[in-house]
């Protein structure tokens, strides 16, 4: 009878121990999930202002034009990253969730 209780008591700590894992991965992806919205908000703000600096300081468009674009070349990626992260992945712990497409294949 206690072999069944040490048993229960395992299995009990074991889903313990998983919803600790999955809180932890959880506060680890919203953390990174802020960071993100941080640097999409503050890369095109610098890129602006080097833009201006290298404008107004070496009066060459071409410089200032190439400099913005490349803060835009930056930003671009953060803000597609930022987007992708606020996707949910898919629930792949069970066999039955995978879809391999049509019933039948030849």
Known sequence: MSKKKTKRDKRREER???VER???AQQFFEERRRKYRI??????????????????????KQLAGL????????WLPLVIGSIGSQVTPRDRTRAG???F????RR
């Not at 602006?48 to 107004?56: N, S």
């Not at 400099?67 to 930056?74: D, E, K, Q, S």
């Open 39 to 60: 640097a999409a908000v503050v890369v095109p703000i610098v890129a602006i202002a080097g833009a201006l600096g290298v404008y107004f300081g070496t009066d060459d």
């Open 101 to 104: 497409g049509g019933e039948r």
């Open 97 to 99: 969730a995978i879809d």
């Open 67 to 74: 400099t913005g674009m490349i803060g835009l070349a930056i």
């Open 22 to 24: 999955e809180r932890l």
């Open 16 to 18: 313990d121990e998983a």
